[in-house]
């Protein structure tokens, strides 16, 4: 499997005549998702990957930190194209890796897939109705271009070359290890270690159990707590549909009833926050006793950050049989044996877990242009959640802060075959939507208070006050836009390119 999925090695750059139909940026999820679709949804349409990368996987293939787990359920995470079998409904990171290069092998998509290539930019010409896409290839970093009609953006939106690292003072003094779980040591032992967790988030809710089995104590270090909510490993329903069922048919039932049900709690975390606070912290003390309240008692209400999802309740167990703890204070120094609290407590630690979250990297850092002219991507509007106003064909592929990322991943990459095949049926070469003049009110696109969105939120694109400009967070909703709107909505322009003959741009109502 592994010989084959790496077949096109970095060292192939692709000569600078070739062109595509579709470039696809990322052999993620995401990115090998939507190769399925062309397949499927444009036969007629020639297509590549570019993976900056060696390997098939994305942030399955990254992080190698110990414990690493999907924090959404697989049967929402996983294709609907193809059911996820696994017995565990928040997989181990190994899992979904297979799931995803399995997938890719099954449906022939890792021969399109050509590794090691780094897109640095992009420049659009609406007179040949084409983008040009630079790339560096290998190690060496040799310079590629590449042309094609469409460019879809996989890669997500987290920088992959190095995650949020704070500067605390007495760091170069500290003899242990400090580590941030991206850039996971292979050679890191921690069995028998006095272990320290710094952060509260996804990642370190997975690490403090998984390293706790074989550690001498795990301690959780938060500056302020987050909300935890356990959830039981396995879905039995969904077993039972699965003996019952055809296997599309079972997992598409559990996969809407997990979409309803998460969007249920959702709605009820923001129109309620009150009720759903005190349901979560009734399963605190239901899981630990009596005071550890403190240490899962946030002062924003459910949803205005992420909330954390540990499978049957690990966290909690460790916590309770003496394995881990939490603290709640912040960073005075770190000395030599470990961490001074700005409390005076100090916490002897062998090893370090800096799981202080991730930095942002808006198109993965490419340069776009657009007719010569730059784009400023803070300056734009996000259409309908997946292309970005004024910026001719190209989507990006942005999963749901509030659910499944694959769920809208999955719409998007539908949406972009439903809008090639329109302009091939009209014989169009370009689509563009078009920023209105007036009437509509700029937000931030992402509607979370928590610091990795913070940091990075002014060099994100934007999002409207109406649609479809607006980023709902509603897979139902972005059901009916992207499956169920019209393609050629009033705020689509498209056009024809000038070899094609005389420029025809017009906004089709």
Same mark, same amino acid.
């Given at each position: 499997m592994d010989g084959m999925i790496r077949q096109a090695t970095a060292a192939e750059a692709l000569p600078p005549t070739v062109h595509v139909d579709v470039l696809v940026v990322g052999a993620g999820l995401s990115g090998i998702g939507a190769a399925y679709y062309l397949q499927t949804g444009c036969p007629g349409r020639s297509y590549a990957v570019l993976e900056a990368r060696d390997a098939i996987g994305g942030t399955w293939d990254l992080f190698r930190y110990p414990g690493i787990r999907s924090d959404s359920d697989m049967y929402t995470l996983g294709f609907s194209f193809r059911p996820w079998q696994g017995g565990k409904v928040f997989a181990d990171g190994g899992a979904i890796l297979d799931y995803i290069r399995e997938t890719a092998a099954e449906h022939g998509i890792d021969k399109r897939i050509r590794f090691g290539h780094r897109v640095t930019a992009a420049s659009w010409s609406t007179a040949d109705a084409r983008w040009t896409v630079e790339a560096e290839v290998g190690p060496d970093r040799t310079p590629a271009r590449l042309t094609c009609n469409f460019l879809y953006l996989c890669s997500g939106y987290y920088d992959y070359d190095a995650g949020h690292m704070p500067e605390w003072p007495g760091t170069d003094r500290f003899r242990g290890r400090l580590v941030h779980p991206q850039a996971w040591p292979p050679d890191l032992d921690h069995a028998g270690k006095r272990v320290v967790v710094i952060g509260s988030g996804a990642t370190a809710v997975t690490l403090v159990p998984a390293m706790a089995g074989t550690a001498a104590h795990v301690t959780m270090l938060q500056r302020s707590p987050t909300y935890v909510v356990a959830r039981p490993s396995?879905?039995? +329903? *969904?077993? #039972? +549909?699965?003996? +019952? +069922?055809? *296997? #599309?048919? *079972?997992?598409? *039932?559990? #996969?809407?009833?997990?979409?309803l049900l998460s969007m249920w709690f959702y709605q009820l975390s923001r129109r309620r926050p009150d009720l759903v606070k005190r349901l979560i912290l009734k399963g605190v003390q239901a899981a630990l006793g009596p005071g550890h309240e403190a240490h899962f008692t946030p002062s924003y209400k459910p949803w205005d950050q992420r909330m954390c999802f540990v499978p049957d309740a690990d966290l909690f167990q460790a916590i309770k049989a003496g394995k881990a703890s939490v603290v709640t204070d912040t960073i005075d120094t770190f000395t030599e044996a470990g961490l001074r609290l700005s409390s005076g407590r100090e916490l002897a630690a062998d090893i370090v877990v800096a799981a202080t979250g991730l930095k942002l990297k808006v198109m993965g850092g490419m340069r776009l242009a657009v007719d010569g002219r730059p784009v400023e991507m803070p300056r734009a509007l996000t259409y309908k959640g997946m292309m970005f106003s004024d910026v001719p064909n190209m989507a990006a592929a942005i999963g749901y802060t509030n659910a499944s990322w694959t769920l809208k991943c999955e719409l998007t990459s539908r949406y972009v075959c439903r809008l090639l095949n329109h302009m091939a049926a009209k014989g169009l070469d370009w689509c563009v939507p078009r920023r209105p003049a007036a009437g509509v009110e700029d937000l931030p696109i992402i509607d979370l208070s928590s610091g990795y969105v913070q940091r990075s939120i002014d060099s994100l694109p934007r999002q409207g006050s109406a649609r479809p400009w607006r980023v709902y967070q509603n897979y139902l909703l972005d059901m009916a836009a992207l499956r169920l709107g019209p393609v050629d909505d009033g705020t689509m322009a498209f056009g024809r390119s000038d070899k094609a003959g005389p420029a025809k741009a017009a906004a089709h109502g």
């Open positions: 396995q879905d039995p +329903l *969904a077993r #039972r +549909l699965q003996s +019952l +069922l055809p *296997a #599309r048919w *079972a997992h598409g *039932a559990t #996969r809407w009833k997990n979409v």
